[in-house]
């Protein structure tokens, strides 16, 4: 199936988990990322039971805090 994984299009095997795609993508700090899938958010929580269907969109956030 075809995903778009941070705006680049790449092939992955059928019923791939949100948590599946974030092993094989090496993600940084995967304790503090949360993903957009179809631009809804998702927290650690919802990794392992996301499957991720042919032409998904997935985007991988880290929320930084800061200010004064």
């Known amino acids: 199936m ?3 994984v941070t705006g680049n299009v790449k ?5 791939l988990t ?6 094989i ?3 940084e700090t995967p304790e503090y990322v949360t993903a957009s ?3 809804d958010l998702l927290g650690a929580r919802d990794f392992e ?4 269907n042919d ?4 985007e991988f956030l880290y929320f930084m ?3 004064c």
């Open 18 to 23: 949100l948590k599946e795609l974030i092993e």
């Open 25 to 27: 993508e090496k993600v």
């Open 65 to 67: 805090g800061g200010g």
């Open 49 to 52: 039971g996301t499957v991720l």
């Open 55 to 58: 032409g998904d969109t997935v």
């Open 11 to 15: 092939e992955y095997q059928d019923g």
């Open 2 to 4: 075809k995903l778009t």
């Open 37 to 39: 899938v179809n631009d």
